[in-house]
Every structure is written in structure tokens, then in C-alpha cells.
């Protein structure tokens, strides 16, 4: 089964399934089933916005005169319920993107159904929002993006009661390696029970993306171990071993909470908002998400930006194009009245909504700060807006690209096995599994090419190099040059 990661929310590239592997993978899951007849069957996985969704489907279930019937589903088990449910056809009507398959997979085999998006709907996006290959193929529109693409995971939360007794200043959190370990140590002077930090090394997913940007923060000059500007594979670069040893670092010296290892996202986000450690490592997603778990911890909440090395290195991470974050079931018994449902999702009513969750930003980030948030929220926002560009996307520049994707093969152990792994001291050459790492998506990409061409797809290794790639700037796209 793929990785469930957020960044498959927010990009359409760098799928791991073939398409093949859609009917074959599944598992276990505890919500598939029909609906009561007439109603429509709506999952996702945003904890954040649980709440939001919940009565988003009572007033949607009176609009459109069908019964909605919300579901919210925990990231660690999207992906396998999903599975289970088209398993035995029965998809939600609508659902969220968690599988981390490329669109033309999905619309291959039947997933997805088109999107009948009203002018008016469509008029509400802002521009760009839709691209082919991510959101949309020959046209059609199957996907719907509603968060934006410039953000990150690996914001560093952080308890104000803890890191200020600690002497730490809420105003003016670490920016660095050395302060981040400066502050860990000053909360474990401290002594008083709290751990300086923890981390959801369970969740492999998450530490695979926090890896990618603390990389890609340090001066990676690529996304997700592939360079842009030559489209090599370098995972065992040093900004991901300098990056992933500063984890081992804290996590020997006893910095990072003892268990660490087992814990899914959901869990240690859970145990921090109880107040057993100073310092959580996580997305913008973390101030809804604890608002839904523990909302008397919210106003303690603090936020740093995303690690550099050492004082001085710019801060500059890369995203592509919005990805999607809803489909209507290719098996949805009223693909019409679902397409209502996503469709209501463009309105202002729910865009203000959405950003009052304080999950994953808006596509339109400017709305962030005159919504109803945390200041902290606000504040991560437009960190986000100064320093994510827009990155290179082969699929982009060559929709034909979308079919080397749907030939792609799961890679395992994945980066964030390989960083779980080495910090639980299963793995002692770092840098070697990291070059494993990179010659076994280097290969599959090959073998993935050599089959899209035998299928008539043109497309090579070419268009993976974007060598006219500048840093700190954001990438255009040919069609938009």
C-alpha cells in the first residue's frame, strides 16, 4: 500500500502505485458500506476540520435535498479504507485524496468520475487553480484543489506554558539547528517532567515529508531527493544525511520524547496538547487539529518557522501546482448531486470556513489574514507566502508525463522507513540507504519511461531536467510563459 502523505494533497506528481496495484491493494477498514438508499457518502481525512465538515453536511443535505452522510476517516487509515471499499464498489460518493496515485490512474480505473462543475463554480477559482495532469486530463475536470501549495509540514509548534518556563521567548522562537537544540536542552534543565519535544517517528509519512523539506530548506535544490535542474535522483545529498542526523542527534541525547517511535501523527499530536512536551514538529494542519483534540490547550499554542542549518541560509522551500483534494466516486450512484456537493466548496461561505478550521491554507492564502484564526495560524501564513515558490513539475511541462506516473512501482523502505529506521538504530549507514534509496527510484522511473513509450507516450528522461531552473524564484510554466 502507497505512503499516505499530505504532500499528495498538494502536488500531482511523484505518484508511487502503478495502476495496476489499484485493484490489487487493500486492507482492513471499519467505515466501508452503503449509505441509506437516496443519500451520498462523503469521507476525509481532515481533522482538522471535522466539526466544520459535519455541519457542512447537514446544511449541503437540506440544499440538495439528499441525505449527506460525513464520515471523517484518520490519515493513517484513509488510504487503507478507501481501498477496501472500491474492493467491494463501494466508494464514498465523495472523498478526499489520500491515495497518492496519479490522476490518470485514477481515471483509468474507473476512481474518479468527472467533475460537473457549474461556470459559476469555476469562475470562483482563482487562476491557475486547475492544471492538466493534476487536477485535470484532456480537459475534463476530475479533481478539486482547495488548499493552497505554498506551505510546509515542518513548522515547529510549540507549548508557550513549557518553553517560557523554560526562559524561552514566545516572540522569538529557534530558527536554527543550534537554537532548536539550545531550546530542547533549556525545557530538559528545566526538569520539571515534560520532554523538550516530541515526534511521530510511527507515522513514517509525515517523517518522509518533514524530511524533504528540512532538505529542501538547507539548500536541496530539488523536491522529494530529485534535482530540478538535472532530474537525478540524490537522496544521499548532505541536506538530507545533515538533516535526518540532527533528528538522530536529539533523539540520542534523549531530547525527544521516549516512545516517540511508535506514535502515528494523531497520537502524538494528542499526547503534546496533554502537555507532555515542549516542542511538536508538524504542519499548518496542527492549530485545527488541536483545536478538535484538546481546544483549552489552543491559546497556548506558539509556532516557529521551518529549521535552517545555521544563521544566514535563505529560507526558500518549492511546491508545484495545486493539487486535488476532492473526487466524486467513479461509481457514485449520483455523480450530479456529488458534484454539487464539491461544488459548494468553491462558495465564500465555505472558503471563510475553511480557513477558520485552520487545517491546510486556502488556495488564496491573502484570505488567512482577516479570517477567524489563532494569531500563530496567521502568522505561519504568511511565512508561507514569503518564502514557498513554485517549483518544477515535469507532469507540467509534459502532461504526457501522467502515464510514466501510472507505471510507477511502490518503493520500500521509503524515506521515512529509512529515517525511522536510523534513529530506532536498525539502520547504521545512513548515507548508503539513502543512495539505495535513490538508485531504486532512479530504476523504477526508468522502467516506468520504457513502458509509457512502448504505449505510445512520448516522453524521456528529459523532461524530468529543468535546467533553466533559477533559485528563489518561481518556476513557469511553459504554456504560461
Not at 498538494?10 to 449509505?35: F, Q, R
Not at 496519479?102 to 469562475?123: I, K, M, N
Not at 537522496?235 to 520524547?257: C, G, M, P, R
Not at 543512495?435 to 527510484?441: C, I, V
Request: aromatic content about 8%.
Amino acid at each position: 500500500m502507497a505512503h499516505v502523505t499530505r504532500r499528495s494533497l498538494l502536488v500531482g506528481s511523484g505518484a508511487l502505485l502503478s495502476t495496476a496495484a489499484l485493484a490489487a491493494c487493500g486492507g482492513g477498514g471499519e467505515s466501508a458500506g452503503p449509505g441509506p438508499s437516496g443519500s451520498l457518502r462523503w469521507w476525509d481525512h481532515f481533522s482538522a476540520l471535522q466539526k466544520f465538515h459535519a455541519d457542512w453536511a447537514a446544511q449541503q443535505s437540506q440544499d440538495l435535498g439528499k441525505q449527506v452522510e460525513y464520515t471523517y476517516n484518520d490519515v493513517s487509515r484513509s488510504a487503507e479504507a478507501l481501498q477496501l471499499a472500491n474492493q467491494s464498489n463501494q466508494l464514498p460518493d465523495v472523498y478526499s485524496n489520500v491515495l497518492d496515485l496519479p490522476l490518470s490512474a485514477l481515471v483509468a480505473e474507473g476512481w474518479v468520475h468527472e467533475l460537473q462543475l457549474s461556470d459559476e463554480a469555476l469562475a470562483r477559482l482563482p487562476e491557475g487553480s486547475l492544471t492538466e495532469g493534476i487536477t485535470s486530463l484532456d480537459g475534463k475536470v476530475y479533481g478539486l484543489p482547495l488548499f493552497t501549495s505554498q506551505q510546509y509540514a515542518a513548522a515547529h509548534w510549540f507549548n508557550t506554558d513549557i518553553t517560557t518556563a523554560a526562559g524561552l521567548d514566545p516572540d522569538d522562537p529557534p530558527t536554527t539547528y543550534d537554537e532548536y537544540r539550545a531550546a530542547l536542552e533549556a525545557i530538559k534543565a528545566k526538569g520539571d517532567g515534560a520532554a523538550p519535544m516530541i515526534l511521530a517517528l510511527g507515522g513514517t509519512a509525515r517523517m518522509r515529508e518533514q524530511i524533504d523539506d528540512l532538505a529542501q530548506v538547507a539548500g536541496f535544490p530539488g523536491f522529494q531527493g530529485m534535482k530540478y535542474a538535472t532530474g537525478e535522483y540524490a537522496y544521499d545529498d548532505d541536506t538530507y544525511v545533515n538533516a535526518i542526523e540532527f533528528w538522530k542527534e536529539l533523539n540520542d541525547s534523549s531530547l525527544i520524547l521516549a516512545g516517540s517511535g511508535g506514535l502515528t501523527v494523531a497520537d502524538a499530536r494528542s499526547r503534546w496538547g496533554a502537555g507532555v512536551a515542549g516542542f511538536f514538529p508538524d504542519g499548518p494542519w496542527c492549530a485545527g487539529g488541536v483545536k478538535n483534540v484538546a481546544p483549552a490547550f489552543v491559546e497556548k499554542l506558539g509556532v516557529g518557522p521551518i529549521l535552517v542549518p545555521q544563521a544566514g541560509t535563505p529560507v526558500v522551500t518549492y511546491r508545484g501546482a495545486p493539487g486535488a483534494q476532492f473526487f466524486v466516486a467513479g461509481s457514485s450512484a449520483d455523480p450530479e448531486a456529488a458534484s454539487r456537493l464539491v461544488e459548494s466548496m468553491t462558495t465564500t461561505e465555505y472558503q471563510a470556513g475553511l480557513a477558520g478550521g485552520m487545517d491546510q491554507p486556502p488556495l488564496d492564502l491573502s484570505v488567512v489574514q482577516d479570517a477567524d484564526v489563532i494569531e500563530p495560524y496567521r502568522k505561519l501564513a504568511g511565512w508561507f507566502e514569503e518564502t514557498v515558490r513554485r517549483g518544477p513539475e515535469a507532469v507540467v511541462a509534459n502532461p504526457q508525463i501522467a502515464q510514466v506516473e501510472a507505471a510507477s512501482k511502490p518503493i520500500s523502505p521509503h524515506l521515512g522507513d529509512i529515517v525511522q529506521g536510523y534513529l530506532g538504530g536498525d539502520i547504521t549507514d545512513l548515507r548508503g540507504a539513502l543512495k539505495s534509496l535513490s538508485d531504486a527510484f532512479s530504476a523504477d522511473r526508468e522502467q516506468a519511461i520504457a513502458t509509457a513509450t512502448a504505449a505510445g507516450a512520448q516522453v524521456s528522461l528529459d523532461d524530468y531536467a529543468f535546467p533553466e531552473w533559477v533559485p528563489g524564484q518561481d518556476w513557469t510554466p511553459p504554456s504560461a510563459g
